[in-house]
């Protein structure tokens, strides 16, 4: 973790400007009859899932360049997103991946415990082998053609819920690698009949009522002519098959470059099929750059179709991060990108929502446009920020992570490796 005298420098250096920002942001938003206290509150409750591999390096399929003191496994890359938490005060919960991360529960829970975490939702990978797996997924695991295979794949997903729910866990993602490269090499109704009735099998061993399954659509990647999951529509089919345990969950990067996602977020709302997000931004394909990074205005449509519907009962999606970095230090991407996933939230609080329904019923495109436009042009920074003081975390974490040393620290213990899961999902 950070050193506490470190920490406490950084934020006294910043801390009186930080005050004055704060002050003259609120009265600006008082002027449009907004308490910035109740925003702040909203912020600071606010909290994003950090995926346990993405605070190792990626890697393309060109090549992986690996970083500085890269965790050797799941206890380091808890000790890894226990800074990320620390200095943003964002980012509660870990997601992990099995068998990647797969360990002993109660080392798990006592590692958690001292980092100050708890644990997300659980992937079940079969897109890849395991080494305690004797049949490949090679062609397919939950869908494969060989009903030894589908048994087995459903078993480890039966598994990785049983791990899950010895940690606090809440809900299984099925991820798979499953779809084809070759026109006519699958049948794609045979296909998505096997991998119904596997999921199906997944479904009745979740393990309580107040579990959720996720299932992700993906456009393509890893098969290049189709997968078996490939976009909301056969998504929302999945979870309405399977029954109200079962969601969608959108990943920003899963779609055609022109697709308009806050469009397929509003569809799943409005049908109670919302499962979450896994966070990132994009600009061609499932690209996993950092969240915010390309196209924030998109992020803040996301939020705003979030916020319209946070009344509605029993609405609680799942927000975590899914980004690989390749060139930046992972803990200050994710930093950076929890950030942005406030922010965006917080933009999308400040939309007058009583005038901008004026506007549609009236029909003024422009005014209505400009309602949203003028809660994404505000600068909450300093609301996120002094959240972030508040609880105790930095004024600016990035500021203070670079200050604090850890990178260098952990490179001392842990071996640069060449290998290692790029794990783009
Ligand atoms: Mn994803």
């Given at each position: 973790?950070?050193?506490?005298?470190?920490?406490?420098?950084?934020?006294?250096?910043?801390?009186?400007?930080?005050?004055?920002?704060?002050?003259?942001?609120?009265?600006?938003?008082?002027?449009?009859?907004?308490?910035?206290?109740?925003?702040?509150?909203?912020?600071?409750?606010?909290?994003?899932?950090?995926?346990?591999?993405?605070?190792?390096?990626?890697?393309?399929?060109?090549?992986?360049?690996?970083?500085?003191?890269?965790?050797?496994?799941?206890?380091?890359?808890?000790?890894?997103?226990?800074?990320?938490?620390?200095?943003?005060?964002?980012?509660?919960?870990?997601?992990?991946?099995?068998?990647?991360?797969?360990?002993?529960?109660?080392?798990?829970?006592?590692?958690?415990?001292?980092?100050?975490?708890?644990?997300?939702?659980?992937?079940?990978?079969?897109?890849?082998?395991?080494?305690?797996?004797?049949?490949?997924?090679?062609?397919?695991?939950?869908?494969?053609?060989?009903?030894?295979?589908?048994?087995?794949?459903?078993?480890?997903?039966?598994?990785?819920?049983?791990?899950?729910?010895?940690?606090?866990?809440?809900?299984?993602?099925?991820?798979?690698?499953?779809?084809?490269?070759?026109?006519?090499?699958?049948?794609?109704?045979?296909?998505?009949?096997?991998?119904?009735?596997?999921?199906?099998?997944?479904?009745?061993?979740?393990?309580?009522?107040?579990?959720?399954?996720?299932?992700?659509?993906?456009?393509?990647?890893?098969?290049?002519?189709?997968?078996?999951?490939?976009?909301?529509?056969?998504?929302?089919?999945?979870?309405?098959?399977?029954?109200?345990?079962?969601?969608?969950?959108?990943?920003l990067?899963?779609?055609?470059?022109?697709?308009?996602i806050e469009?397929?977020?509003?569809?799943?709302?409005?049908?109670?099929?919302?499962?979450?997000?896994?966070f990132n931004d994009s600009k061609?394909?499932?690209?996993?750059l950092d969240t915010g990074s390309i196209d924030p205005y998109r992020l803040f449509l996301v939020f705003n179709?979030?916020?319209?519907?946070?009344?509605?009962?029993?609405?609680?999606?799942?927000?975590?991060?899914?980004q690989?970095?390749?060139?930046?230090?992972?803990?200050?991407?994710?930093?950076m990108s929890a950030m942005e996933v406030q922010r965006a939230y917080a933009q999308a609080?400040l939309?007058?929502?009583?005038?901008?329904?004026?506007?549609?019923?009236?029909?003024?495109?422009?005014?209505?446009?400009?309602?949203l436009k003028?809660a994404f042009r505000t600068d909450v920074e300093?609301?996120l920020?002094?959240?972030?003081?508040?609880?105790?975390?930095?004024?600016?974490?990035?500021?203070?992570?670079?200050?604090?040393?850890?990178?260098?620290?952990?490179?001392?213990?842990?071996?640069?490796?060449?290998?290692?899961?790029?794990?783009?999902?």
């Amino acid at each position: 973790m950070i050193d506490a005298d470190v920490l406490q420098q950084s934020n006294e250096a910043a801390e009186a400007d930080l005050r004055a920002d704060y002050d003259s942001l609120g009265e600006r938003l008082a002027r449009r009859g907004i308490d910035i206290a109740a925003v702040k509150e909203k912020v600071a409750g606010y909290g994003v899932a950090v995926p346990s591999w993405g605070v190792g390096t990626g890697g393309t399929r060109f090549a992986r360049f690996p970083g500085q003191g890269e965790p050797r496994h799941v206890f380091d890359k808890l000790d890894d997103c226990g800074v990320i938490h620390q200095l943003t005060g964002a980012t509660p919960r870990v997601s992990l991946h099995i068998p990647w991360d797969d360990a002993d529960p109660s080392d798990l829970l006592a590692k958690a415990e001292q980092t100050g975490l708890g644990f997300d939702a659980m992937n079940s990978n079969t897109f890849q082998d395991h080494e305690s797996h004797p049949l490949s997924y090679k062609y397919g695991s939950l869908s494969h053609t060989d009903a030894a295979v589908r048994r087995q794949a459903v078993e480890h997903n039966l598994y990785v819920m049983e791990l899950g729910q010895k940690i606090g866990s809440k809900a299984l993602t099925v991820w798979l690698g499953d779809g084809s490269n070759f026109p006519g090499q699958v049948n794609m109704t045979r296909q998505f009949e096997r991998y119904l009735e596997s999921t199906k099998e997944i479904y009745k061993g979740l393990p309580g009522g107040d579990w959720r399954l996720f299932t992700e659509h993906k456009i393509f990647e890893p098969a290049f002519y189709s997968t078996v999951v490939q976009d909301w529509g056969t998504n929302y089919l999945i979870a309405q098959e399977l029954g109200p345990q079962a969601q969608c969950l959108v990943d920003l990067g899963h779609h055609a470059p022109t697709v308009n996602i806050e469009m397929i977020v509003a569809r799943l709302i409005q049908f109670g099929k919302l499962g979450g997000f896994h966070f990132n931004d994009s600009k061609y394909g499932d690209d996993d750059l950092d969240t915010g990074s390309i196209d924030p205005y998109r992020l803040f449509l996301v939020f705003n179709e979030l916020v319209d519907a946070a009344d509605t009962p029993g609405f609680d999606p799942a927000h975590m991060l899914d980004q690989s970095h390749n060139v930046t230090d992972p803990i200050e991407s994710l930093m950076m990108s929890a950030m942005e996933v406030q922010r965006a939230y917080a933009q999308a609080l400040l939309v007058d929502r009583r005038a901008l329904a004026g506007f549609q019923d009236e029909n003024d495109a422009l005014m209505a446009s400009d309602t949203l436009k003028r809660a994404f042009r505000t600068d909450v920074e300093p609301i996120l920020a002094m959240a972030r003081l508040e609880r105790g975390a930095a004024i600016d974490p990035i500021a203070a992570y670079r200050q604090g040393g850890y990178r260098a620290r952990v490179a001392a213990e842990r071996p640069q490796s060449a290998g290692g899961g790029g794990g783009i999902v």
